[in-house]
């Protein structure tokens, strides 16, 4: 078996236990007492340790050693939190972050040391004027008490296996060596999905220290994953067994291990042993307050090993019962699968492909006129099992934003500092869902938006009192679902933008004439910031205002099929928004005919359908206007704007599509309706993309391919 | 492209014969991945005119280009000889050659293939790498990469 498979997962463990910790470490800043924020940043942090520990990545595992070390004397009330060492603390996320970004590219962990953090560490240690050592030996220890406990009650499972002559023979020639024998039992967590990856790590880090002799089941069955939630292994090594149990434990998703001398059939001795040995951990950890008797009454101080206590004398009447009872009392485990995104895309593309050959089955039976009432109604019944299935292999890919957006609060943090500009990120609708793939791509975007909203929305503090405002400048993120889209609103309280100087500056950048500059209306002048290269900032800064920001947020919203607007009022702030769609591959959408050529216009963009008679087309502008209900809407003849003719008859009643962008709405003049229709899009390649208002293409039930007009696009 | 004859002395490389007009065109067949029959295209706005628009090939949507109005010959007319001939090549992405028809698929040992003299840069609509020398008639081998860059 090579390490290198487990990579993946390692990677995957890695970033979560790091936003986890970026997570808790600016909660800690906030509530630096609170004892649940200090054990999930301890556990996380233990947890990251073990495993860089196993996959052999060195450096990393040094520093995130040290850092567990500080997190565990903050634990033990050694150590108080303060300003200076919660960024301490953030800079050595920092670096593992890049060690963790490192081994994602290149496999290896780098040659940086690190070493002004860890010596930082080690001062923020030394400077509690009390040895480092002993805290961390307190906290293994009192987890090794009931543990120990435990084990000697139970006898300890290694007890009841049978060695073969072999395995016989290969204990006696260790001891022979002077080497010690242990018995040790691994228990997995209940929750862990890839059981025979962490018994192989187990394995490894067992192998740093010494030799497996024995394994109940044997190592073939572990590897293969046919064991329940613990094994047995038999070890001959040079070490001493707290540092082989400890080597176990810092394996993740290991929820205990246990161990004591082996002596074969005889267990008498072994328990003895082991409960002097727990007498004096007991003594070592007055924090931990063992009682040699009661398993379950021990160390209530720490969660962490009062969760495993909990669990403790369930697992003993289990491994008492043997396999099949291990399903009473079970505790729910959290029921989810990690799938690989190219499946579900796979997956989709048949749903896709599915919807298609339903489509064609419609239009053939159609055709082929009413064959019979039984055929429509197997047909509708296959249409609504489609949709059904279409939704619920989206729903599938939908994942809310909230591992996008969770980063944000420790970056507007580090921008704060930075600048010397105190301000605050309010975040609402986190469980807000999107597809995944869209989520993977809106993390840029709102860091650009949510850095200029800091950069060049908020004032200077001083600037802000002089205004009456209140002097920490604010920064709101909220995401809703509005209809079949989600909307993303990055908002601030700062000055606004300043439309005029926006105005200037597009004249002294020849972008417009000043005529023209000054015949546009706000919104334009708005707009000319998505331009590349167009930046207001007087000053550049690290963070914004190289012209490189807006544009790209822009250009990268469009390819996820979404759109951005501004509202801004000077001196009151900004908001940008994100409009993007719930669904990018199949959409609901009304089919039109322009000059004998179907066209699909999604339904989303459509406001209402209306019959208007020629004679009510007035012109404003030199452009054809309609007025709507005491709305004033401009006119776009489609036939034109596709380039070609219509056949409709110039006298009769036209067919308007009323489509809005925004608060923004345009009547388009379509020859016919076809129908509403289920599409699926289908990307044109990029030889066809350099008209603007197709956003693709769709095949019909016929085979037929219809394009899809953009009305956003238009508008 | 060009490198290619010069190298291997006794290559031979299949190429598919096509008709436009009077002439015939070869293509490497490598880079032919399926030939099929005129069918309905629809037409898309405001793309250059040699795009005839866009296919349905099995699922996917595929653009159509007519080899003649791309080399600068008069516009195509439909007849049941015409075809489409899908190319793959790994540098663009896949599209549909509208041709008049296509003739056979013949074998061409480097020694048939006389390389073009003349600077194709200069010439537009030219995208000859070679002429080959089969039976009686010459075949102007097209250099399917210089045709698609820059669509």
Sequence with gaps: MDVSQYLDIFLDESKEHLQNLNTSVLNLEQDPENPETISEIFRAAHTLKGMAGTMGYKRMQTLTHDMENVFSEVREGNLKVNAAMVDVLFRCLDAIEEYVTTIQETSDEGDNDNEPIIKELNAILENKGAAPEEAPAAAPAAETAPAADASAQAGGAWNAMELSEEEQKAMEDAMMANKKIFGVTVYVQESCLLKAARAFLVFKAIEEHGEIIAANPSTQDIEDEKFELEFSLVIATEADLDTILNAIKSVSEIADAKGAPFTGAAAEPAVQEVKEEKAEKAAEAPKAEAKPAATTAVTPVKTEVAKKTEKKPQQEKATLAKSDGKKTGKPAVNRTVRVDIEKLDSLMNLVSELIIAKNSLVSTATSAGSAGNGLNEQIEYLESVTTNLHESVMKVRMVPIESVVSKFPRMIRDISKQLNKPMELYMSGEETELDRTVVDEIGDPLMHMLRNSADHGLEMPEERLAKGKPECGSIFLDAYQDGNNVVIEVRDDGNGIDVERVRQKAIERGVMTEEQAYAADDSEIINLLFMPSFSTAKQVSDLSGRGVGLDVVKSKIEALSGEVDVKTKLGEGTTFSIRLPLTLAIIQALMVVVGGEKYAIALSGIQTIENVSPKDIKTVESKEVINLRGTVIPLLRMDQILETHSKRNPGADMVVVIAKKGDKLAGLIVDELIGQQEIVIKSMGKYMNKCKFISGATILGDGEVALIIDSNALI | ?151
């Design chain 2, 1 to 151: 492209m060009a490198n290619e004859l010069s190298t291997n002395v006794n290559e031979i490389v299949q190429y598919i014969v096509i008709r436009i007009g009077d002439e015939q065109y070869g293509i490497d067949i490598k880079y032919i991945d399926n030939i099929v029959r005129m069918q309905q295209i629809t037409r898309v706005p405001q793309v250059p005119d040699y795009f005839k628009g866009v296919i349905n090939l099995r699922g996917e949507v595929l653009p159509v280009l007519s080899l003649r109005l791309k080399m600068g010959l008069s516009q195509d007319e439909i007849t049941k000889d015409t075809r489409i001939i899908i190319i793959k090549m790994e540098a663009h992405e896949a599209i549909g050659v509208m041709v008049d028809s296509v003739k056979e698929v013949v074998n061409l040992s480097t020694a048939e293939i006389e390389r073009v003299g003349f600077d194709r840069d200069g010439d537009r609509g030219n995208y000859a790498m070679g002429i080959g020398k089969h039976e009686d008639g010459l075949i102007t081998l097209l250099d399917m990469d210089l045709v698609l860059q820059g669509l």
